[in-house]
C-alpha cells in the first residue's frame, strides 16, 4: 500500500489516509495504528494484515477476523443451506430441553434427596441463575473462539451437565444446573448474531424457526418425562439423562460448522466496528434496556410456569401423569406462538399490537391458574402457551429488530440475557418461598400478574421503530 495524504472525516475525525496508488480511503485504528480499509459497497471495515497486506474480513456475528479463504469457506457453506439449518434447528432443540424435563420430576427429586420446597425451588433456579452468567461470557468466548467452536462445545458441555444430573450427590445435582445453565446460555446468545450475520434478509423468519424448534423440544422433553421414567425401569434419572443422547446429535451435527471456521486467521483482533460506532454502548442505550427488560420480564413468568405448574396442578388433586400431559400440551401450543409471532413482527414497523396481544394472554392465564387450576387446566395450559411461545419468540426477534448490524445483535443479545436471565432466576425461587412460607399459590400469581404489568409497560416502549 503505497503512501498517501493525510485526512481527517469530518463525521468521526477518526484520521484518514487515501492511498496515492489507488486514491482509496483507507481509516486508521486509532488503537492499534493498523489500516482499516471501508468498502465501497456496504461500508464493512476490511483491515489489513500489517505482515502480509492480505485483506483480512471482519467478521460481524462473531465479532473475530476470518481470512479471506475463511470468507470463502463460508461461502461455500451457505451454498448447502440444508446442513447450516439443520445444525441450527438441533442446536435449538437443546435450548429448553435439559430444563422441561426437569419439572414433571421434581417432586420425586426433592424426595430423594430430601428437599424443602425453597432447596427444591433450586433445581430449576440454579440453571436460569447460569443463564444470566454464562450470557455474561458468552460474546467475549464468541469473540475469541468464533461462533461456531463455541456452539460446538456448549452442546458437549450440555451433554455432560445432563449426566452429571442423575449422579447420587446433591451437590453433582446443583452442579450439573450449573453447567446445563452455562451452555444453554452459550447457546440462546450467540444464536441471534449468528442469524443476523448468515440470514440477514430473513433474520425474522429465522427466528422464527429456532424459537419453534427450542419450544418443541421442550415440549418434547415435558411429555416424555415421566413415561420415560416408568420405560427405563422407574427412576428419574434414566429419564433425565437421556437427553445427553440429543445434546450428543446435535454437537456431531454442528461438527461441520465447525471444520468450516477452521478457514479463520486465529488473529485475536478486536473487529472494528462502523465508523462512528461506540463499542459496548448498548449498555447506555435506554432502547436497549428495554429490549433487556422485556426479555427478563417474560422469562420470569416463563421460568415459573417450567418450574412449578405441574406441582401447582397436583397440589389441587390432579395426578403426576395428567399434570405432565397437561404441562407438555402447554409446551406443545407454545410452538404455534413462537412461529407466528416473529413472522408477524417481522412484517411491521412497530410491534406494540403484539406486546399487548402476549402480555395479555399470559395475564389471562395466570389469573385462570388461579381461579379455577383443575377445572380449566387445558384451558389456561392454551391461552399460557400461546402467550408465553408469542413472548419469547417477540423478545428475540426485538433483539434482531433493534439491532442495526450483526455485532449490535451480538452485543445486545448478550446484554438482554445477561441481565435478563439474571432477573428471570428470581422467578421460580420467590415462587417457591412465597408457597412455602404461606401455603398458598395466590401470592406467587399476584405476583407474576404484577410482572405482566411491568412487562407490558417496557415492551410498548422496546416495540418502537428504532434502532440501537
Given at each position: 500500500?503505497?503512501?498517501?495524504?493525510?485526512?481527517?472525516?469530518?463525521?468521526?475525525?477518526?484520521?484518514?489516509?487515501?492511498d496515492?496508488?489507488?486514491?482509496?480511503?483507507?481509516?486508521?485504528?486509532?488503537?492499534?495504528?493498523?489500516?482499516?480499509?471501508?468498502?465501497?459497497?456496504t461500508r464493512?471495515?476490511v483491515?489489513?494484515?500489517?505482515?502480509?497486506?492480505?485483506?483480512?474480513?471482519?467478521?460481524?456475528?462473531?465479532?473475530?477476523?476470518?481470512?479471506?479463504?475463511?470468507?470463502?469457506?463460508?461461502r461455500?457453506?451457505?451454498?448447502h443451506?440444508?446442513?447450516?439449518?439443520?445444525g441450527?434447528?438441533?442446536a435449538?432443540?437443546?435450548?429448553?430441553?435439559?430444563?422441561?424435563?426437569?419439572?414433571?420430576?421434581?417432586?420425586e427429586?426433592?424426595?430423594?434427596?430430601?428437599?424443602?420446597?425453597?432447596?427444591?425451588?433450586?433445581?430449576?433456579?440454579?440453571?436460569?441463575l447460569?443463564?444470566?452468567?454464562?450470557?455474561?461470557?458468552a460474546?467475549?468466548?464468541?469473540?475469541r473462539f468464533?461462533v461456531?467452536?463455541?456452539?460446538?462445545?456448549?452442546?458437549?458441555?450440555?451433554?455432560?451437565?445432563?449426566l452429571?444430573?442423575?449422579?447420587?450427590?446433591?451437590?453433582?445435582?446443583?452442579?450439573?444446573?450449573?453447567?446445563?445453565?452455562?451452555s444453554?446460555?452459550l447457546l440462546?446468545?450467540?444464536?441471534?448474531g449468528?442469524?443476523k450475520?448468515?440470514?440477514?434478509?430473513?433474520?425474522?423468519?429465522m427466528?422464527?424457526?429456532?424459537?419453534?424448534?427450542?419450544?418443541?423440544?421442550?415440549?418434547?422433553?415435558?411429555a416424555?418425562?415421566?413415561?420415560?421414567?416408568k420405560?427405563?425401569?422407574g427412576?428419574?434419572?434414566?429419564?433425565?439423562?437421556?437427553?445427553?443422547?440429543?445434546?450428543?446429535?446435535?454437537?456431531?451435527?454442528?461438527?461441520?460448522?465447525?471444520?468450516?471456521?477452521?478457514g479463520?486467521?486465529?488473529h485475536?483482533?478486536?473487529?472494528?466496528?462502523?465508523?462512528?460506532?461506540?463499542?459496548?454502548?448498548?449498555?447506555?442505550?435506554?432502547l436497549?434496556?428495554?429490549?433487556?427488560l422485556?426479555?427478563?420480564?417474560q422469562?420470569?413468568?416463563s421460568?415459573?410456569?417450567?418450574?412449578?405448574?405441574?406441582?401447582?396442578?397436583?397440589?389441587?388433586?390432579?395426578?403426576?401423569?395428567?399434570?405432565?400431559?397437561?404441562?407438555?400440551?402447554?409446551?406443545?401450543?407454545?410452538?404455534?406462538?413462537?412461529?407466528?409471532?416473529?413472522?408477524?413482527?417481522?412484517?411491521?414497523?412497530?410491534?406494540?399490537?403484539l406486546?399487548?396481544?402476549?402480555?395479555?394472554?399470559?395475564a389471562?392465564?395466570?389469573?385462570?391458574?388461579m381461579?379455577?387450576?383443575?377445572e380449566?387446566?387445558?384451558?389456561?395450559?392454551?391461552?399460557?402457551?400461546?402467550?408465553?411461545?408469542?413472548?419469547?419468540?417477540?423478545?428475540?426477534?426485538?433483539?434482531?429488530?433493534?439491532?442495526?448490524?450483526?455485532?449490535?445483535?451480538?452485543?445486545?443479545s448478550?446484554?438482554?440475557?445477561?441481565v435478563?436471565?439474571?432477573l428471570?432466576?428470581?422467578?421460580?425461587l420467590?415462587?417457591?418461598?412465597?408457597?412455602?412460607?404461606?401455603?398458598s399459590?395466590?401470592?406467587?400469581?399476584?405476583?407474576?400478574?404484577?410482572?405482566?404489568?411491568?412487562?407490558?409497560?417496557?415492551?410498548l416502549?422496546?416495540?418502537?421503530?428504532?434502532?440501537?
Open positions: 500500500m503505497g503512501a498517501g495524504t493525510r485526512k481527517a472525516d469530518a463525521g468521526t475525525r477518526t484520521p484518514v489516509h487515501v496515492a496508488g489507488t486514491r482509496t480511503p483507507v481509516l486508521v485504528d486509532a488503537g492499534t495504528r493498523t489500516p482499516v480499509l471501508v468498502d465501497a459497497g464493512t471495515p483491515l489489513v494484515d500489517a505482515g502480509t497486506r492480505t485483506p483480512v474480513l471482519v467478521d460481524a456475528g462473531a465479532g473475530v477476523l476470518t481470512s479471506v479463504a475463511g470468507a470463502s469457506a463460508r461455500a457453506l451457505l451454498a443451506p440444508v446442513l447450516l439449518l439443520s441450527i434447528v438441533l435449538s432443540l437443546n435450548m429448553r430441553v435439559a430444563l422441561a424435563s426437569v419439572a414433571p420430576l421434581v417432586g427429586i426433592s424426595d430423594a434427596f430430601g428437599l424443602s420446597a425453597t432447596a427444591g425451588s433450586l433445581v430449576t433456579s440454579v440453571p436460569v447460569f443463564l444470566g452468567v454464562g450470557a455474561l461470557v460474546p467475549s468466548l464468541g469473540r468464533g461456531e467452536r463455541v456452539l460446538f462445545a456448549a452442546l458437549l458441555l450440555l451433554g455432560v451437565g445432563i452429571a444430573r442423575v449422579l447420587p450427590s446433591v451437590y453433582a445435582l446443583y452442579g450439573g444446573g450449573v453447567l446445563v445453565g452455562t444453554i446460555a440462546n446468545v450467540l444464536m441471534p449468528l442469524i450475520r448468515d440470514f440477514p434478509g430473513r433474520a425474522a423468519a427466528t422464527s424457526v429456532y424459537t419453534g424448534a427450542m419450544i418443541a423440544g421442550a415440549t418434547l422433553a415435558a416424555a418425562a415421566v413415561p420415560l421414567e420405560a427405563l425401569g427412576g428419574w434419572q434414566g429419564s433425565l439423562g437421556s437427553w445427553s443422547l440429543l445434546a450428543a446429535v446435535a454437537a456431531l451435527a454442528w461438527l461441520p460448522q465447525v471444520l468450516i471456521a477452521r479463520r486467521t486465529g485475536e483482533v478486536r473487529a472494528v466496528p462502523a465508523a462512528g460506532a461506540r463499542p459496548g454502548s448498548v449498555w447506555r442505550s435506554a436497549a434496556w428495554q429490549v433487556t422485556f426479555m427478563g420480564l422469562s420470569l413468568w421460568y415459573v410456569l417450567i418450574a412449578w405448574m405441574p406441582t401447582i396442578f397436583t397440589d389441587h388433586g390432579m395426578s403426576r401423569s395428567t399434570a405432565g400431559v397437561v404441562f407438555a400440551f402447554n409446551n406443545l401450543i407454545q410452538v404455534a406462538g413462537a412461529f407466528a409471532v416473529p413472522l408477524l413482527a417481522g412484517r411491521m414497523r412497530t410491534q406494540r399490537p406486546i399487548v396481544l402476549v402480555t395479555t394472554l399470559v389471562a392465564g395466570y389469573a385462570g391458574l381461579v379455577a387450576p383443575v380449566g387446566a387445558w384451558l389456561w395450559s392454551a391461552v399460557l402457551g400461546v402467550g408465553q411461545g408469542g413472548a419469547v419468540g417477540l423478545a428475540l426477534t426485538l433483539i434482531v429488530l433493534r439491532a442495526g448490524d450483526a455485532v449490535t445483535a451480538a452485543r445486545l448478550g446484554m438482554a440475557q445477561t435478563g436471565y439474571l428471570a432466576a428470581v422467578g421460580p420467590a415462587a417457591g418461598v412465597l408457597h412455602q412460607a404461606t401455603g399459590w395466590t401470592p406467587p400469581i399476584c405476583g407474576v400478574l404484577a410482572v405482566c404489568a411491568a412487562a407490558l409497560t417496557v415492551g416502549l422496546a416495540a418502537r421503530d428504532r434502532t440501537v
